[in-house]
């Protein structure tokens, strides 16, 4: 009963390096969400995607990529990262749209140093 | 356009006593809401949801919260806090047609003993 798993759950990167969050759900859930935590400002939606080939810009997408190859997983690119990147970043799926509830990742701890 | 505002960053309780964590929303349309509780360093957990049918919402671990449309008010209670009750809460609106769920800024509620 994994549920949404997330990857790497820590990483330390340098500015301008490059990485790539892995997010995978086992629930066969259509919708699939990346966001970020900052101290006192709740989460605000990077990318979300509503289906396998699919992506779509959130609130704070600039910076980022996404990929959905497979209904399943779903990837979050850091492409040049930059120490305002440094963040919580949770992955959530759900089965429809916004009035569905949303199924959470523990979460990755990423410092951009 | 919709928003949500949690009127307490910090509550502190006794263990054994009532909780209220107060939330109030904007919403243009009929929203769906929804309390979600995050333990630390893990994801967030879906505590309850609203939309549009019953008031009085009752969810896991015995909260509820109720619905009050005069008051823009989505106020979470519990009879009794128990130590494991503490954790940041999240208020959470959708509304249909909108790209993303809005969150609130959290109430970290601490129970002592």
């Known amino acids: 009963n994994a549920g949404v798993t997330q990857t790497p759950k820590f990483r330390v990167l340098k500015t301008g390096q490059s990485m790539t969050l892995l997010c995978a759900q086992d629930m066969n859930h259509e919708y699939m969400y990346w966001y970020r935590q900052d101290p006192g400002m709740g989460l605000r939606l990077i990318h979300y995607s509503v289906g396998e080939g699919t992506t779509a810009k959130g609130e704070v997408p600039d910076g980022y990529n996404v990929s959905r190859l497979k209904k399943q997983n779903f990837l979050l690119g850091l492409e040049s990262a930059a120490p305002s990147q440094t963040s919580v970043y949770f992955c959530?799926?759900?089965?429809?749209?916004?009035?569905?509830?949303?199924?959470f990742g523990d979460g990755t701890r990423l410092s951009i140093l | 356009a919709q928003s949500v505002t949690q009127l307490d960053s910090h509550v502190s309780v006794s263990e054994g006593t009532p909780v209220l964590l107060r939330c109030n929303y904007s919403s243009s349309y009929s929203p769906s809401l929804f309390w979600y509780v995050q333990h630390p360093n893990k994801g967030l957990q879906l505590l309850l949801k609203y939309t549009s049918a019953a008031t009085l919402v009752k969810g896991i671990n015995g909260f509820e919260a109720e619905f009050k449309k005069s008051e823009t008010s989505f106020h979470l209670t519990k009879p009794s806090a128990h130590m494991s009750d503490a954790a940041e809460y999240f208020c959470v609106v959708s509304e249909t047609g909108r790209r993303a769920l809005t969150f609130g800024s959290g109430t970290r509620l601490q129970v002592q003993p």
């Open positions: 959530a799926s759900s089965r429809g749209p916004l009035n569905q509830p949303q199924h």
